[in-house]
């Protein structure tokens, strides 16, 4: 049995709680898991002056994975900086993977079965911004290069062959941002030469977004640069049960995050309320990094059967608390056995 290293990251909010619950899944588990903990957040900035210390970029690297909760980013606090941005920056974690799956819910359409690949480093999320005339006039750079957008490309075409899915769309806006989409469209055509087996279609991001409302089930692989792909899978996952069981991926060539997508809930910290079907989910797709593809497979299957009993919290019309969903996941995992 292999051992794996997962370095949790708890953040603020309900992140501390969500990260908590996975780490009693994955112990359930018949595994051989090393944890370890490292701090980001707004409360480690206000007790150490960094949301992202040296050292917690240092445990990632050391880990094979790591799992990490939600944090709190205040636009308002000067010199202060987003570190799941920087993180991604730091580490290379330059593809971001967002499944969007139909849940035996109501609140999710059927027959969808779709991937979102975003760019994770560059493009609008680039850092690179100045105030001019005074502060009258804001100006961020958009950067968008070859080496960016090749790697990003050719990892959602090789996602697509090996999860035996037919067809990629490439997302861009390349009508009016003609250098920068314009170059991210120009890779694309060369890399898919490579590729007879799957079919390139290319989509404005704008009708893209229209075409997730109408038709959501038309798309199998969506790539696209970094600020498109963040608001396209918010989008996307309204279609399958909304931030409560949406999870992502970081994946870059010598780390990887995985994580819940919705925020750290201030609201909702202590009172039981709090989802951690997200952040099982990103569990699950780090079991898959990991090559621990039927731990991987028991952890989703009891999620959906949750689900499906409604065995969940309020938002997905459930009435269990937390910690309840947890156990029932732990449960479920153990009839499976």
């Known amino acids: ?50 949301p992202l210390p040296d050292s917690t970029l240092q445990e990632i690297r050391h880990a094979d994975a790591a799992l990490f909760g939600a944090v709190t980013t205040p636009p308002n606090i000067p010199n202060y900086f987003s570190p799941v941005v920087r993180m991604r920056q730091s580490l290379e974690l330059f593809a971001n993977f967002r499944p969007c799956r139909s849940i035996p819910h109501a609140s999710s359409r059927a027959g ?66 003609r250098q920068t989409c314009g170059l991210f469209r120009t890779v694309a055509f060369e890399v898919a030469k490579e590729y007879p087996d799957i079919t390139l279609q290319e989509m404005l991001v704008d009708t893209c977004a229209m075409e997730l409302v109408r038709a959501p089930e038309q798309f199998e692989v969506i790539v696209t640069t970094n600020l498109f792909g963040d608001i396209l899978s918010d989008e996307a996952c309204m279609f399958v049960g909304g931030l409560g069981v949406a999870a992502s991926a970081n994946i870059g060539a010598d780390a990887a995050v995985f994580e819940p997508v919705h925020g750290s809930a201030p609201t ?20 898959d990094y990991l090559n621990e593809k039927e731990s991987a497979e028991r952890l989703r299957n009891a999620v959906q059967a949750c689900i499906a009993n409604k065995e969940s919290t309020p938002d997905l019309d459930g009435n269990l608390t937390t910690d309840q969903v947890t156990e029932r996941i732990k449960v479920r995992m153990q009839n499976e056995e």
Do not use: W
């Open 112 to 177: 969808i079965d779709l991937l979102i690949v975003r760019e994770n480093t560059e493009g609008l999320y680039s850092g690179i911004e100045r105030l001019e005339d005074d502060g009258n006039r804001a100006i961020t750079e958009r950067v968008i290069t070859r080496k960016g957008s090749e790697r990003i490309i050719r990892k959602a075409f090789d996602t697509a062959r090996q999860t035996g899915r037919k067809s990629v769309h490439v997302v861009h806006k390349a009508n009016v941002l």
């Open 268 to 287: 909702l910290v202590g009172t039981g309320k709090a989802n951690p079907i997200a952040t099982f989910l990103a569990a699950a797709m780090m079991l």
């Open 1 to 50: 049995m292999t051992r794996h290293r997962i370095c949790l990251l708890h953040g603020d909010g309900i992140g501390p709680e969500v990260i908590a619950c996975a780490e009693q899944v994955l112990r359930a588990l018949p595994l051989d898991l090393e944890f370890t903990r490292a701090e980001i957040g707004f409360g480690e900035y206000q007790r150490s002056g960094s």
